[in-house]
Nanobody
């Protein structure tokens, strides 16, 4: 299995940028498709972005398209989420998650139930 540790969350002003990182250990990183999720206070955990095991295919929730970029460096076993143009609606705990890779790299999954491995989360706060 794989262990995941997120970092990079902090307090930022509206309109600002952050880059989150997720360091994986354990099994080989490129055995997994990866995703970012977030959870705001009092709300359910929601999908943000996903990336295939080779990084050739990505998918985003509509609310972050054009502002967030998911990427990965398999040599460093690290997943990233570059977040630009942050708004208070983007606040929450951000989690990275892993699932066994799909043969079809365009087959992205957005449900929390389809990811078997999770990090502990990193807090993102956006002030208005």
């Amino acid at each position: 299995q794989v262990q995941l540790v997120e970092s990079g969350g902090e307090l930022v002003q509206a309109g600002g940028s952050l880059r989150l990182s997720c360091l994986a250990s354990g099994r080989t990183f490129d055995l997994y498709d990866m995703g970012w999720f977030r959870q705001a206070p009092g709300k359910e955990r929601e999908f943000v972005a996903a990336i295939s095991w080779r990084g050739t295919s990505t998918y985003y929730v509509d609310s972050v398209k054009g502002r967030f970029t998911i990427s990965r460096d398999n040599a460093k076993s690290t997943l990233y989420l570059q977040m630009n143009g942050l708004t208070p609606a983007d606040r929450g705990v951000y989690y990275c998650a892993a699932r066994d890779r799909e043969y079809n790299e365009g087959d992205h999954r957005t449900s929390v139930h389809e990811y078997a491995y999770w990090g502990q989360g990193t807090q993102v706060t956006v002030s208005s």
